[in-house]
């Protein structure tokens, strides 16, 4: 860290990286001969890539406060939006975004966002904080909007393209098979500068070669989201139904 000197000025820099991720594959029954069921198959260690859209929504979080235009009270909503007609906003603009949303019966919920027209904020779906399906709030639900990084659903594809910093999504994101983009489980010990992300996908269907994974800020391919993190896999997972994909992302924050 360099020292301050009053003479200059002194440039604090947060720092997301390095980050690694490792993937097993549990073997499980209907295997061929050369894995047996239970088997343990460890693919290694992969480098982790935050592109160029989660830079953006890092700043945001880090920087930008939430948004309060006029009452923030809401015109209509559904399972997957929240529209305000009142609102004039730039398209886009709060897309990897958190909304929250309560209308003084239902528990607050939020929504990841997924995009946004001049009126209309796309969600994943509502949800309480603990994750779980919250209820659709009342039509004029009071609203607010929050700059938030929480990649915490993980996207798998069988596409074989590099990863990149200009990447916003997964070519051909998988959405069946039990390897459907779906929440981790984080793990963190306080006061040290890493943490982890962890998936377990109980696979269901066959896939040969899966060859790079995302982390998502909402948690389906509809809503999209944003891809904060991409990495190409050390070797491509192939897998069959009944088979286990654990990932752990491990994620670093060093100033």
């Avoid at 200059?8 to 499980?28: C, K, S, W």
């Avoid at 399972?79 to 990897?96: N, P, Q, R």
């Avoid at 944003?226 to 060093?254: F, H, P, R």
């Amino acid at each position: 860290m360099t020292p301050y000197d009053p003479g200059r000025a002194a440039l604090d820099i947060l720092r997301f990286g390095p980050n690694m991720v490792h993937v097993e594959i549990i073997h499980g029954i209907g295997r061929p001969n050369d894995w047996l069921p239970g088997v343990v198959e460890d693919l290694g260690w992969s480098p982790n890539l935050l592109t160029n859209t989660g830079r953006d929504l890092v700043f945001d979080a880090l920087v930008r406060a939430g948004i309060n235009n006029g009452a923030n009270v809401a015109t209509g909503t559904s399972a997957t939006s929240l529209s305000d007609t009142g609102e004039a906003w730039t398209v886009d603009l709060y897309k990897g975004w958190t909304v929250i949303a309560e209308e003084g019966v239902n528990t607050p919920v939020y929504g990841n966002i997924g995009s946004n027209s001049a009126t209309v904020l796309t969600i994943d779906a509502w949800k309480n904080a603990d994750d779980s399906a919250g209820t659709t709030p009342g039509a004029t639900a009071n609203y607010a909007l929050y700059p938030t990084v929480r990649p915490h659903f993980m996207g798998l594809t069988e596409n074989a393209a590099a990863a990149a910093a200009t990447d916003t999504l997964l070519t051909g994101e998988i959405t069946t098979g039990g390897c459907a983009r779906a929440l981790t489980t984080p793990a963190h010990t306080a006061g040290t500068s890493t943490g982890t992300q962890i998936k377990s996908f109980s696979v269901t269907a066959t896939f040969p070669a899966i060859h790079k994974i995302g982390l998502f800020t909402a948690s389906n391919t509809t809503a999209a989201g944003i891809m904060v993190y991409e990495t190409v896999l050390n070797a491509d997972a192939n897998v069959i139904s009944g088979d286990t994909l654990q990932v752990t992302w491990t994620l670093t924050v060093s100033g």
